[in-house]
């Protein structure tokens, strides 16, 4: 009943204070560390010790699983050669710095157990890294360097820790080194081969099925199966766990049914969201005994302090002088889809920067033998560093972002692409429904372009940036959110009255439920975008047409004169970059600037909205 009751005081402790974290603004995985810190303190508290299967089999799998399955392949590969840098050659690198830089302030401890802890604070976390960087706002080829660092990077570190755990047992003149290498390649190609195994199996499996709940059943069971497998064969199992998540994420859509991806992205986002906050306030919980044991170590406080300041220093240190320089010697990055050019010397500090430790350094500690030297100095040592690059790091990171000049992702970029592929997604599915040839004497062709027209017309309205402008898509929204507040009220009463059998009931509910999540996802980015009034860059692939007429000023004070001749209002004015003609969008109600197309045939027209030049080719349907 006690380890019960704990369980439960632990999850209500982290959603409560990660709530007040968010109200606060404050960084959630900091709030909980302090928090755990104080808990630990409190008299009558139960010591909570984190053992490594718990970690390592309990926490981890579930965790990678979680980001892999949502991180895109296709960005992982582009940057596959910076991430497998950081990931195998920065933590091999730490761990022997580290190790120099322990063995020589505390001479007493072995090679072995030097090296050791040189593995153990060698990975920075996928969880905190993330969960900061998305917070802040990094770029998101940062990001992506930093998921992919993190995904890989405990398998690194795990097989070092390995080794040198094998160096304590039985001595550095014991160990063979080839043995070591070949363990190392086993391990990144036995987990490979494993991931890649239960990803064809499961992809059988995900062609054969359409309940989502048995689909979401399966995916829970996946992490930890794969992550035994492996490790049963001496491969890692955390690569294994990465390997299937990211081709099952990048498969998804082809494998799953729309009902088993989005109940396997929210589930998922759910457990991913507890764990995460857990690892942080399970972290701090440790605070109170460690500081225990390290009160009874003979060595002087001097010494504790300086090996622990010292590591601290060295892992900041020894991952900028890496990312340095790798980057200008290895990597050399091209243009950023994103920017347009080669990220600047700021995005390498950055990345440099946002080396936050977790729960995995703090876990892998409890692997370093007792029979091993100042044993309880190491482990504080690994709390140390995780505490301190969390908070310093962790706090300082928006603050350096900004300091460079680091940009954020712009949402008015992302609206714009958004728009841009739903108009080509359109474009197949119109060339579609012409070849189908349809029987057709109720309309429903037209039907079905009229209803692919608006959700084209609402993502360019959400383009728009007068904040004191309602959009038909506004509306719309505003008003069938009311309505669909009063269906579920007429549906509830019905509910009450017992006469319609209950799984109808929930079917029409889940319906409207749908329906309103469209709705107010929708209703939230348009909230979003109005708060953003960015200068447009150039973006994406360009057609001869857009080469040929490049953004102008756009017009401020001009109307659209078929609007006022016909006596309608315009909702945006679009501006014809070959004759200079106004009209207004399609999301007005006589759509004069693509009739104006149609007339003269000028491909290419431009927003004439304050605060925004991007241009649209009708001809190829694509956006600059």
């Known amino acids: 009943m006690e380890i019960a009751l704990l369980l439960v005081a632990l999850a209500v402790g982290v959603l409560a204070f990660t709530a007040l974290a968010e109200r606060l603004g404050f960084p959630a995985p900091l709030l909980l560390i302090a928090v755990g810190v104080a808990v630990s303190y409190v008299p009558g508290m139960p010591e909570v010790h984190l053992e490594p299967e718990v970690v390592l089999l309990g926490l981890l799998p579930p965790l990678l699983y979680a980001t892999a399955i949502q991180s895109s392949l296709v960005d992982f590969n582009t940057n596959r050669r910076a991430i497998l840098l950081l990931s195998v ?34 990975p920075p976390d996928a969880v905190a890294a993330t969960a900061i960087g998305r917070r802040i706002g990094l770029p998101r080829r940062v990001v992506t360097i930093l998921e992919g660092e993190s995904l890989l990077n405990d398998a690194t570190a795990l097989v070092s820790l390995r080794t040198a755990v094998a160096i304590i047992a039985v001595g550095a003149e014991n160990v063979v080194a080839w043995r070591v290498g070949a363990d190392f390649v086993w391990a990144a190609a036995g987990g490979v081969l494993v991931g890649a195994v239960f990803f064809v199996v499961v992809a059988w499996i995900r062609k054969r099925i359409t309940d989502p709940v048995l689909d979401t059943g399966i995916s829970f069971v996946i992490p930890f199966a794969a992550y035994v497998a492996a490790e049963e064969l001496h491969a890692s199992g955390v690569i294994a766990v990465v390997i299937a998540g990211l081709l099952l994420g990048h498969k998804a859509p082809i494998l799953q049914t729309a009902q088993s991806r ?34 009874d170590s003979p060595l002087s406080a001097g010494r504790i302090v300086a090996v622990c300041v010292a590591t601290l220093v060295g892992v900041v240190v020894l991952r900028m002088v890496w990312v340095f320089v790798t980057r200008y010697a290895l990597v050399r990055p091209g243009p950023d889809p994103d920017l347009g050019y080669t990220p600047p010397w700021t995005f390498t500090f950055v990345l440099g920067w ?19 030297e100042h044993r309880e100095i190491l482990l504080f040592v690994a709390f140390t560093v995780v505490a ?108 009450r009255s017992g006469t319609v059998a209950s799984e109808v009931i929930s079917e029409v509910l889940s319906m409207l439920d749908v329906e309103e999540s469209m709705l107010e996802i929708a209703h939230q980015e348009h909230d979003e975008l109005r708060s953003v009034n960015a200068v447009r860059r150039p973006r994406g692939e360009v057609c001869d047409d857009l080469e040929q007429h490049p953004a102008v000023e756009a017009s401020t004070a001009g109307v659209c004169e078929e609007c006022q001749r016909d006596g309608t209002q315009w909702v945006a004015l679009r501006q014809c970059l070959e004759c200079g003609h106004l009209a207004c969008c399609d999301s007005s109600p006589r759509q004069h600037a693509t009739a104006h197309f149609r007339d003269a045939q000028h491909a290419v027209m431009q927003s004439a909205e304050p605060g925004e030049d991007w241009r649209w080719c009708y001809v190829h349907h694509l956006t600059a």
């Open 354 to 372: 946002a080396g936050m430790r977790g729960v995995v350094t703090l876990a892998a500690a409890f692997v370093i033998p007792v029979e091993a």
């Open 89 to 122: 050659g920065l933590v091999i690198f730490t761990t022997v710095g580290i190790g120099v830089i322990v063995h020589a302030i505390l001479p007493d401890i072995s090679w072995g157990a030097s090296f050791a802890i040189g593995a153990v604070v060698a």
């Open 388 to 495: 301190g690059t969390l908070f310093i790091q962790g706090l300082s990171l928006g603050w350096v972002a900004r300091r460079l000049g680091v940009p954020s992702p712009d949402p008015m970029d992302d609206a714009l692409a958004r728009a841009t592929i739903l108009q080509q997604a359109s474009k197949a599915g119109y060339a579609q429904l012409d070849r189908m040839e349809l029987d057709d004497p109720h309309g429903v062709a037209d039907l079905i372009r009229e209803r692919t027209d608006q959700r084209n017309f609402a993502a360019w309205e959400r383009l728009g940036t007068t904040a004191d402008q309602e959009t038909p898509s506004e509306l719309y929204s505003r008003v069938r959110r009311a309505m669909i507040d009063a269906e579920r009220r007429r549906v509830l009463e019905i509910r």
């Open 262 to 295: 989005i109940a396997e992205r929210t589930n998922w986002r759910t457990i991913a969201f507890v764990l995460e906050n857990t690892v942080f306030l399970l972290i701090g919980l440790q605070a109170q005994w460690l500081f225990a044991d390290v009160g």
